[in-house]
């Protein structure tokens, strides 16, 4: 079979679940398979400091740990000029609607560089909030539909500083396998129950997976796969 694969588990904080019109795995998966001119280069062509995440970019990769260090270092600079401010008033913002919120919005996506500065001001949900807000939900494993509802509240009222924390614990699990991958490797996402396969730095298959839950969580191991069951029995547990 040639050179064998390394299947890891990454166990991660687990989301919380998204609202009821969000359908979150499937619109996960869809948006993980656009092409990266739907991610982020369609969006209006105003400036920004964030980077959108590539399709074909895997979740975990040796280019990993290094990308997480530069984040480190941009947030360190967020939480030194005082983070972002909170974004509350409103139940739902979208496109063209005018609120108070907007410009708290405006502020936060640009603090984190998914919106211009120069655009930081007014109270207006215009193109240009819509395209920040696809970014930032697209950056944060939100369903990109360009709407500011209570998941995407929620992602953008986590402080700078809970952020930065989160950034840097991930950095020492990130260390642990950035020796240990190889070219090949078989990597489940267990957060997003999603499994991807990955070969030379690139996700060439995604396919969603059977995770456990916080009351019985999946466990995390790292091994060398020896066997594929494609269609495999299964006898249904008594408990359902």
Not at 117 to 145: C, K, N
Request: proline share 6%; hydrophobic share 40%; with cysteine.
């Amino acid at each position: 079979m040639g050179q064998a694969l390394a299947a890891t588990a990454v166990g991660m904080a687990a989301r919380s679940a998204l609202a009821e019109d969000d359908d979150p795995l499937q619109t996960l998966l869809q948006q993980n398979q656009r092409p990266k001119s739907e991610l982020g280069e369609g969006f209006d062509a105003a400036s920004r400091t964030a980077r959108m995440p590539q399709a074909s970019m895997p979740t975990l990769s040796p280019a990993t740990l290094q990308t997480t260090e530069q984040a480190v270092s941009r947030y360190e600079s967020i939480v030194a000029a005082g983070g972002w401010p909170q974004v509350h008033g409103a139940e739902r913002l979208r496109l063209g609607m005018r609120h108070p919120s907007v410009g708290q919005l405006r502020q936060r996506l640009a603090a984190a560089g998914d919106l211009d500065v120069d655009l930081s001001a007014g109270e207006i949900y215009d193109s240009y909030v819509e395209s920040a807000v696809r970014r930032f939900q697209a950056r944060h494993g939100l369903s990109v539909d360009g709407i500011v509802r209570e998941q995407t509240f929620k992602a953008l009222n986590v402080p700078a500083q809970v952020r930065l924390a989160q950034l840097r614990t991930n950095i020492s699990r990130l260390r642990a396998f950035a020796n240990q991958l190889g070219p090949r490797f078989v990597v489940c996402n267990i957060p997003a129950a999603q499994i991807e396969a990955v070969e030379g730095g690139v996700a060439v298959s995604r396919h969603a997976a059977v995770v456990g839950k916080p009351d019985r969580p999946s466990p995390e191991i790292q091994s060398k796969i020896v066997e594929i069951n494609f269609n495999p029995y299964w006898t249904v547990p008594v408990s359902i």
